[in-house]
Nanobody, 121 residues
Framework: QVQLVESGGGLVQAGGSLRLSCAAS????????MCWYRQVPGKQRELVAT???????NYLDSVKGRFTISRDNAKNTVYLQMNSLKPEDTAVYYC???????????????WGQGTQVTVSS
């Protein structure tokens, strides 16, 4: 059984930092791109950051210069370092990994359970 387990969310004051982690486990043949989304109730889900298997990254404009996505391929883990947090960063953050779990199929997106990040003003 393949699963993504997230950790690291919580409550922080504006200007503070948090580091999210997401580990993929199970019968995984390969991990391709990994990314972080965030969702606020009543608002559209946002793609926050993406990292390819080779390490190329892409960010939502509003988090550029404050958030850093990274990964440890040996541990099938992706991280999101969030600095200079703002109240508008408050959301549930989800990690997504494109996983190859079967030799006969291309990768499939798997989602983590979500972790709440709350930034107080």
């Amino acid at each position: 059984q393949v699963q993504l387990v997230e950790s690291g969310g919580g409550l922080v004051q504006a200007g503070g930092s948090l580091r999210l982690s997401c580990a993929a486990s199970g019968s995984i043949l390969r991990v391709n791109a990994m990314c972080w989304y965030r969702q606020v109730p009543g608002k559209q889900r946002e793609l926050v950051a993406t990292i390819t298997k080779s390490g190329s990254t892409n960010y939502l404009d509003s988090v550029k210069g404050r958030f850093t996505i990274s990964r440890d391929n040996a541990k099938n883990t992706v991280y999101l370092q969030m600095n200079s947090l703002k109240p508008e960063d408050t959301a549930v953050y989800y990690c997504v990994a494109a996983l190859v779990v079967n030799l006969y199929y291309s990768d499939v997106d798997y989602w983590g359970q979500g972790t709440q990040v709350t930034v107080s003003s």
